[in-house]
């Protein structure tokens, strides 16, 4: 059985509970294509960064390549739906990410940090889901689920070393593990309680 990069589960503070593992293989359509919704928002994300912060030359290298990376794994993803024959139409969104990034402060320089930290979240909440996948699902799914798990990690690393750069440098103030903490919390709350439908980032669906 895969797992998840050390760094991941030592980081995050529960993991993906057994219902909503055993309900991924029977919402695989929904699964896929909300895997493939979190892909475009994440490129979204990291170039919406990249518009926001001109200012910060190595945010715009590590947000770029992170970008193409994101797209990259959108269209395996999509791929992978046409394989398994699953048309892409309109999901709702789960409320883990609006759950999450209602946390973050409106206010600079906190705003920038609480976005990185909140994106090291992301990440390493879909690399620990990644690895919960990969036994249970068809093997073609699993294998591409597999090969996604590293650049995973290492996003999940980039946001992190981002924000304790930024806070360290730029706004000494900001009390970092007390908001890495904030976040940890919500994303245990949001993963771990019930959810009335499947989603990539949900909880176990009532």
């Given at each position: ?83 398994q ?18 946390l ?7 705003r ?93 669906p009532?």
């Open positions: 059985m895969s797992v998840a990069p050390e760094s991941v589960l030592e980081f995050l503070h529960e993991p993906t509970p057994i219902g909503w593992q055993q309900a991924a293989c029977e919402h695989l359509p929904e699964l896929l294509i909300d895997h493939a919704n979190c892909e475009k928002k994440a490129a979204s994300n990291a170039i919406s960064l990249i518009y926001r912060y001109v200012e910060h030359p190595h945010l715009l290298q590590k947000m770029s390549r992170l970008a193409r990376e994101e797209l990259r794994h959108f269209e395996q993803v999509v791929d992978a739906m046409s394989d024959g699953v048309e892409y139409i309109q999901l709702s969104p789960s409320r883990y990410a609006a759950g999450l990034h209602r973050i402060n409106k206010h600079e320089p906190q920038l940090v609480d976005s990185l930290i909140c994106g090291a979240v992301v990440e390493a909440r879909s690399c620990e889901r990644f690895a919960a996948l990969i036994p249970v699902l068809p093997d073609a799914i699993g294998q591409l689920y597999k090969s996604l798990l590293k650049s995973e990690a290492r996003h999940f690393q980039d946001y992190l070393d981002l924000a304790r750069d930024f806070a360290r440098f730029v706004e000494k103030d900001i009390d970092i593990p007390q908001r890495i903490e904030v976040f940890l919390q919500a994303d245990a709350e949001l993963i771990s309680t019930a959810d009335t439908e499947f989603r990539f980032h949900s909880g176990v009532s």
